[in-house]
């Protein structure tokens, strides 16, 4: 009857010990890529709207964040109406804007277009505008335009001007 204890302890000691064949494990899964949201493009750029147009020089120290940039459809001419067309690209959001214009020497605005009103206006958007001004001598007249920002219970100004080089 010893005999038959250890032959039965050592076989259940070589089958605790023996694991068989077992499957290999399955290889692990890949790791997904992770996917980065990318931002909507909703439209054209600010600087893809005004692309061909000149930026305005500022005036003073002002550092209200608004771009002003003009384009001129046709060359100045002497006593001839000019169209000056204007892109206002506000930097910041604002309830409330507007545009003083004023001829330098020798350059008239159109009559009753001397305030341009703009309702709220949103940062990175473009404010489309004209004015029409009427040298009336020649040389080198400069445009002033003064834009106002109305936010944060506040009003702030830049003032900006347009080079115009007028020949007879």
Known sequence: MNTAKVLLLCGAAAAS????DAPTPPPP??????SVPRAVRVGPTAAELTAGMVEAASQGKSQLPVELKFELPQRPTLGEPLDVNLAV???IDASGAFIQIGGGDGLAVAP??????LPAVKSGRVYRQSVTVTPSV??????NLTISLQHDDLTESRAFSVPLIVER
């Open 17 to 20: 010990a023996c694991h068989g």
């Open 29 to 34: 899964k890949a790791a997904r890529p992770v």
């Open 138 to 143: 020649d040389g080198v007249l400069l445009l």
């Open 112 to 117: 009753g277009t001397d305030q341009i009103d």
């Open 89 to 91: 690209l506000p930097q």
